[in-house]
């Protein structure tokens, strides 16, 4: 089993930024792929960036230019950095990673999520 822990939400101005931390514990290690997602209420949820076992990224072209993912594996901890927030932006943003090794996807380990909230 793996399990996931976002923190960092939170409240901000539109421009401004915040960074979200998801700490992965369990079965979840750098071969594992691991992305960040958001839904609003009534929508689909979204990918928003994804980070590959090879370090490679991904990202919704909502997001290119603003927002960065980024892993430490030493602390098994993945972040996004969210710069230039727009009230677009707002939603609750899960993390989420993949069992199946090096394999990207299927994601069907996921955190509680972390509610961000851009005020324009």
């Known amino acids: 089993q793996g399990q996931l822990v976002e923190s960092g939400g939170g409240s901000v101005q539109a421009g401004g930024s915040l960074r979200l931390s998801c700490v992965g514990s369990?079965?979840?290690?750098?071969?594992?792929?691991m992305a960040w997602f958001r839904q609003v209420p009534g929508k689909e949820r979204e990918v928003v960036a994804t980070?590959?076992?090879?370090?490679?990224?991904t990202y919704a072209d909502a997001v290119k230019g603003r927002f960065t993912i980024s892993r430490d594996n030493a602390k098994n901890t993945l972040y996004l950095q969210m710069n230039s927030l727009k009230f677009e932006d707002t939603a609750m943003y899960y993390c989420?990673?993949?069992?199946?090794?090096?394999?990207?996807?299927?994601?069907?380990?996921w955190g509680q999520g972390t509610q961000v909230t851009v005020s324009s």
């Open positions: 989420a990673a993949q069992s199946s090794l090096y394999q990207c996807g299927n994601y069907n380990y």
């Open positions: 369990g079965y979840i290690s750098s071969r594992n792929c």
């Open positions: 980070h590959r076992p090879d370090r490679t990224t």
